[in-house]
């Protein structure tokens, strides 16, 4: 029984080795499909199965569609009718650019347009793990001087022109571009578009510079849309042709060049017939938007491109772009879902244009209380309206404050020219000026009947109070009102103004204390 079984894989490894020389000696493209393990995965039985509930073959033929608005891409698969039916739909984890053609190398954008991938067009040796080109330019770019090269499909979620999927999703629809080159299929198309060209995207996009060339790759999107075959692809005079062939008088195929004059060619009756049936029904859907108001899409020059929703719920900071999802799914809502796939730790969401920012007004900042000595850094921002910190705060505060003294506009160590000159000689010679002084010599000033005699006598004693620590950093009269109103700042602060008897003010004394004014002050800071 060993040795049997021995024979069996000896014999099959013959048999395998004998075909891969075969088939090295009429396709080497193929050969060069799989060197690798990466490149050599097997389609995941998931796939499998779908393929078997959509009456799909495994190396049947497949179609590409690309979607930078949704940011999506779909593979499409051959039934055994013929017809293409969608397999599986795939988020973009990162697209370059704008909405729009490449035009130009260096310009970082995505291409748009039909595209053919053959098997020399698979890159098993991508440093982007695996990827296929997207064969851009194609005859029409070139046709009208466009330029750029190496755009790829690719893993690694990196984009600076190209589409990028994630390694896993990139092992997928390698493996099903391989198998479908294994069952014969010289090319696969690949349709990139810049949104879902339904009438509601066509109506949000009317005035962009763009729509004359998106109108003419929207005959190719109908032609699939209408018949689920490959549209055949032909170019002349600067333009997409689709679906054309020979006149029924002309004796052999048109012979198209994207540059000269277009042959003589017909479309089937058939395909022209139902491309026009629905381009009416997408027409008057387009008209009934634009004469309901659609609003205009936004232009975005400037932002790099976009990722879909599912991949930017799971970047700090995640932005979709120019990408959009479906709609009622927020990042929130897709924070919880698995991704599809390993996200690199180097991925970027898209980011706005930093020249447009700059160029903006910068914001105004909240106001703040001016403050004449800049040194302390010390910003007091009012906390409650002009009107009610005035009716919180004291009779004396009130006072100072229509003199000029304890303002918004003033420090405590700064004093108003017009609050020093009152300040009788004697204090000032022998005491620096504090807001105690000032609110006293303010009191002697202006209220009636006040004793000057009492003032001075109590304050003699004691010129130390007042420099006690004169190394303080300074401090705005209005902090002890407008920032803390939930304290009691002072004594005369904390109650209501004392009603007058004769023209004197009763408890005149208790407020223009030293204890009562400069310790409190002092024990605040």
């Not at 990139?192 to 929207?218: C, D, E, L, S």
């Not at 022998?430 to 006040?450: C, D, E, I, Q």
């Not at 010129?463 to 401090?475: H, I, N």
Request: proline share 9%; with cysteine; glycine share 6%.
């Amino acid at each position: 029984m060993i040795s049997r079984s021995l024979a069996r894989a000896l014999l099959a490894s013959v048999a395998l080795m004998t075909a891969s020389v075969l088939l090295a000696g009429c396709d080497t493209d193929q050969v060069s499909l799989a060197t690798n393990a990466k490149a050599n995965q097997p389609v995941p039985p998931k796939l499998l199965a779908a393929m078997v509930e959509k009456d799909m073959d495994l190396q049947s033929p497949i179609l590409v569609r690309l979607f930078k608005q949704e940011a999506e891409l779909e593979v499409w698969k051959q039934t055994r009718s013929g017809q293409f039916a969608l397999l599986k739909t795939y988020p973009i984890c990162r697209w370059s650019g704008d909405l729009g053609p490449k035009v130009r190398e260096g310009d970082r954008q995505a291409p748009e347009g039909f595209y053919s991938i053959n098997p020399s067009q698979m890159n098993p040796q991508s440093a982007y793990y695996l990827s296929f080109n997207t064969g851009y330019p194609n005859a029409f770019d070139k046709a009208l001087g466009r330029t750029g090269s190496q755009l790829m499909v690719h893993g690694d979620c990196s984009s600076r022109g190209c589409y990028a999927m994630t390694d896993e999703q990139i092992a997928e629809i390698y493996s099903l571009g391989r198998e479908s080159f294994f069952g014969g299929q010289k090319a696969f198309q690949l349709q990139a578009y810049p949104f879902k060209m339904t009438p509601v995207n066509m109506a949000k996009h009317r005035n962009n510079p763009n729509m004359p060339f998106w109108k003419m790759i929207k005959e190719g999107y109908d032609h699939f849309e209408v018949t689920r075959q490959e549209p055949k692809v032909d170019f002349c005079e600067k333009k997409y042709v689709f679906d054309a062939t020979r006149a029924p008088d002309a004796k052999r195929d048109p012979v198209f060049d994207a540059s000269a004059k277009c042959p003589a060619y017909v479309i089937p009756e058939d395909v022209v017939a139902a491309v026009r049936g629905k381009q009416a029904k997408d027409e008057a859907e387009y008209a009934r938007l634009v004469a309901k108001g659609t609003p205009v899409a936004r232009m975005n020059t400037g932002i790099d491109g976009g990722m879909n929703k599912i991949f930017a719920a799971k970047i700090p900071e995640g932005s979709t772009g120019l990408s959009e999802g479906a709609e009622g799914t927020t990042l929130q809502m897709l924070a919880m879902a698995k991704a599809p796939g390993t996200i690199p730790g180097h991925v970027n969401p898209p980011k706005p244009n930093l020249d447009a920012v700059a160029s903006a007004p910068a914001p105004q900042e909240e106001p703040v209380v001016a403050v004449s000595a800049p040194a302390t850094g010390t910003r007091v921002a009012t906390a409650q309206p002009a009107e009610k910190a005035q009716e919180k705060s004291g009779f004396f505060s009130n006072l100072g404050r229509k003199m000029g003294m304890g303002s918004s506009d003033t420090t405590a160590t700064t004093p108003p020219p017009q609050a020093t000159a009152s300040v009788a000689p004697a204090a000032t010679t022998t005491t620096p000026t504090t807001a105690a002084s000032r609110l006293k010599a303010a009191v002697t000033r202006f209220v009636p009947g006040h004793d000057k005699s009492k003032d001075t006598a109590k304050d003699a004693p004691k010129p130390a109070v007042a420099t006690a620590k004169p190394a303080e950093p300074a401090r705005p009269d209005t902090r002890l009102a407008q920032t803390r109103p939930a304290q009691k700042s002072s004594a005369f602060d904390s109650a209501p103004p004392p009603p007058s008897s004769g023209g004197q003010l009763s408890g005149a004394a208790p407020v223009v204390s030293s204890n009562s004014f400069d310790s409190r002050f002092s024990a605040m800071k």
